[in-house]
């Protein structure tokens, strides 16, 4: 269900972007019905459609009138770019600021993440 | 359908449970109205079904609503005591009054809603649970397919379960015959992803009418240390105030602006939504005091 | 009209199945009672004449008390259910004048039979307008207790001065609440002012109820 403290047509947003990163949703495949994903995450239709709205504004999805919503072909690689930008920023950078606030070096960091690259973890 | 209220004034004897309150809702939302118990909540949801004569203007569709067959055919509200029915009429009967009164009365639906909430056509209305008395407003409210539909505090009575039945078929059928709806409610973190415009009142008077997700949109909380908190939010409207040791957190309304929420950062501060049921109560009196 | 429609087949259709059987129990007491003594008045006189009349009233109580809240409820105007109830008063009140008239006869033929001795009766336009009126004041009665409260009790006097126009002409119509035998002061044009007695009495019930507050509740 969703939280109700943050706009709600975002957090639709950003699941429908996640699950196109995460392949849950592939290119040119047709997305729920704004009216079938108000019920079945029983919220206002005019909340998904906003949702919609939004993510055809940034192109992640189009319209096929009459028909329905598609993610667009070029999704999850203009997901995935934006995804590069601000990992670092809003990833690493916190996960460093931690790590430093606990006290751990960050050579430990990067030998975990060097464990990881060779499939240790 | 389009409501507007106009400098409604409602008394009764001494009481003014409505105060000059004027406000307009166009097209077709489901819409919340929220407000504390007294806050003429009621009285307004009377007065727009012609259940009272308004002092002030009430019009749908441009058109007075007291004593007005155009209008007042188009209104359904109902309350967590079903109006439309006698204490010792029997189900069956009370949706015989409306398939016989109402043209836009779908008597199927009103059976279906019937075994949805498992309400027996044969018992009497005044044997009824609360629950199920609730429960047969919301049929009756549902299967009237009216322009204008009204469910005052609907769910009174309710246990969960059937409160989710009753906001899934007002949701699925708002959908399938898109129309007005205003819902009355005290569970509003219940109902709050269901509501597309919410109108709150207080005292009698109108507090504010958004669109939900922009009122959300305002409402923040600022926590962090205590003294970096206070300098943020120093001449923002404050809402609340809770602290622990040195820690604070002060609930804010209001837009943020980007050099605001750049400062924020600078300072250490975390910036959090509000739920809208909060939002609703720092908005509101508080309880015994005054604002 | 649907209102109109809906009191008709359910109220009138009520009000015959009571006066069928209350016509049945009235034979048996009479047979009963014969046991014991001479039959010198019909039974069905009483009940046409005595006791029908508050069943007429609690019908107009009903009207404006329990069915007008669920029609405005239903989105129906006040005036629309006030015409509707208008025209069901006298359709109701010729038919139970109707069956009142039904009554007497069949109860004559068994009368005639037993050679019971029966007292007289009034005429059917007599009884069409006891009835008539009988059942707006109970509807001017509940209107003026549900909108003023007990300020309502005004509505009284205004009923009984209404009622006692109808009754004065009926035998046997026996003595009112507070009201003694009432010398026959209006002549032959007592049908006259029973009918104005109607009007005025509805016109009184029309005032009450066309901006009346239904199902109050302050909240």
């Known amino acids: 269900m969703f939280d109700d403290r943050s706009p709600i047509y975002r957090q639709i947003a950003d699941r429908i972007k996640a699950d196109v990163l995460s392949g849950a949703l592939t290119a040119d495949e047709q997305v729920m019905s704004t009216n079938q994903y108000a019920a079945y995450y029983r919220i206002n239709p005019a909340t998904a459609a906003k949702a919609f709205q939004q993510l055809v504004d940034e192109k992640v999805l189009y319209k096929k009138r009459g028909i329905g919503m598609f993610v667009s072909t070029e999704a999850r690689d203009m997901l995935r770019a934006q995804g590069r930008e601000t990992f670092f920023g809003e990833v690493v950078d916190p996960m460093v600021a931690e790590a430093r606030a606990i006290g751990i070096p960050l050579d430990d960091v990067i030998r975990r993440i060097e464990q990881h690259q060779n499939g240790a973890v | ?291 | 009209m649907k209102i109109f429609r809906h009191l008709t087949t359910t109220l009138v259709t009520f009000c015959a199945i009571v006066a069928a059987v209350v016509f049945a129990f009235a034979v048996v007491v009479t047979f009963v009672v014969s046991a014991f003594s001479d039959i010198e008045i019909s039974a069905w006189n009483v009940v046409a004449s005595q006791i029908a009349r508050w069943f007429l009233f609690w019908v107009g109580i009903y009207v404006i008390h329990n069915v007008l809240p669920i029609a405005v409820a239903h989105g129906r105007t006040r005036r629309e259910f006030l015409v509707a109830a208008s025209g069901f008063s006298v359709v109701l009140a010729v038919a139970m004048s109707v069956l009142a008239r039904l009554g007497f006869l069949a109860e004559g033929g068994i009368y005639a039979l037993m050679d019971w001795h029966a007292d007289e009766h009034g005429t059917p336009l007599a009884y069409f307008l006891m009835f008539l009126v009988w059942c707006v004041a109970g509807m001017f009665c509940a209107a003026a207790f549900d909108r003023f409260g007990a300020a309502g009790v005004f509505s009284v006097p205004v009923g009984l001065a209404s009622v006692i126009i109808t009754t004065v002409r009926i035998p046997g119509s026996g003595n009112l609440p507070f009201i003694g035998n009432i010398p026959s002061l209006l002549g032959e044009g007592w049908h006259v002012a029973s009918v104005a007695a109607f009007l005025v009495v509805l016109a009184g019930t029309w005032a009450v109820v066309r901006d009346m507050p239904v199902r109050v509740r302050t909240s």
């Open chain 2, 1 to 291: 359908m389009r409501v507007d209220v106009q400098g409604l004034t409602v008394r009764y004897g001494s009481v003014t449970a409505v105060d000059d309150m004027s406000f307009s809702l166009s097209g077709n939302k489901i819409y919340g109205l929220l407000g504390r118990n007294g806050s003429g909540k009621t009285s307004l949801m009377s007065v727009l079904a012609g259940y009272r004569k308004p002092a002030g203007s009430v019009e749908l569709d441009g058109v007075p609503v007291f004593e007005n067959a155009a209008a007042m055919r188009q209104v359904c509200l109902v309350r967590h005591t079903p109006d439309a029915a006698d204490k010792g009429d029997k189900v069956s009967y009370v949706l015989e009054y409306g398939a016989a009164w109402r043209e836009t009365w779908d008597n199927d639906y009103a059976l279906e809603l019937a075994e949805l909430f498992k309400l027996s056509l044969k018992a009497k209305a005044g044997e009824l649970s609360l629950g199920q008395r609730s429960a047969l407003g919301v049929v009756i409210g549902l299967a009237s397919r009216s322009p204008l539909t009204m469910f005052d505090e609907s769910h009174l009575g309710m246990d969960t379960p059937t409160r989710y039945a009753f906001y899934d078929a007002l949701l699925n059928d708002f959908m399938a015959h898109p129309r007005t709806i205003i819902v009355s409610t005290h569970l509003i973190e219940e109902l709050a992803s269901l509501l597309e415009e919410v109108v709150i009142i207080d005292g009698g008077r109108l507090v504010l009418q958004e669109e939900a997700d922009v009122l959300r949109s305002r409402g923040t909380e600022v926590t962090g240390n205590a003294a970096d908190v206070d300098e943020f939010t120093a001449g923002l409207t404050v809402l609340s105030e809770k602290s622990l040791g040195r820690t604070k957190a002060t609930m804010v309304y209001g837009t943020l602006d980007d050099a605001r929420l750049i400062r924020a950062r600078q300072l250490g501060l975390e910036l959090g939504p509000i739920a809208l049921q909060d939002l609703f109560v720092h908005l509101t009196a508080t309880v015994g005091g005054v604002r």
